[in-house]
C-alpha cells in the first residue's frame, strides 16, 4: 500500500489499534496526525493533538489544528 504524502488524522493514536494503524500508515508513506485523550509518541515524524471526541467542540478545534499542520486532509 502507498500513501506517500495522503494526510490522514486518525482518532484513538494514543494506543491499541488507532495506535497500530497510524504506525502502519506511517510506514505506508502518509502524513499522519494522531488524536487521542492521552498525550503519547506514535511514531517518528508524527504529530500529535490531545482532544476528546465526546467533547464536538474540542473535535472541531482539533481538525482545525490537524489541517493547519498538515494544509489539509484527505483521509
Known amino acids: 500500500m502507498n ?3 495522503k494526510r490522514i488524522l ?13 504506525t502502519a500508515l506511517q510506514k505506508a508513506g502518509a502524513l499522519v496526525v494522531g488524536l487521542d485523550k ?3 509518541a506514535v511514531g517518528e515524524g508524527m504529530r500529535f493533538i490531545v482532544a476528546d471526541v465526546r467533547d ?6 482539533a481538525v ?4 493547519s499542520r498538515l494544509g489539509g486532509l484527505d483521509i
Open 10 to 22: 486518525i482518532t484513538g493514536a494514543a494506543s491499541g489499534l488507532g495506535r497500530a494503524a497510524a
Open 64 to 67: 482545525e489544528q490537524a489541517v
Open 56 to 61: 464536538a467542540l474540542g473535535i472541531a478545534a
Open 38 to 40: 492521552n498525550s503519547v
Open 3 to 5: 500513501l506517500s504524502g
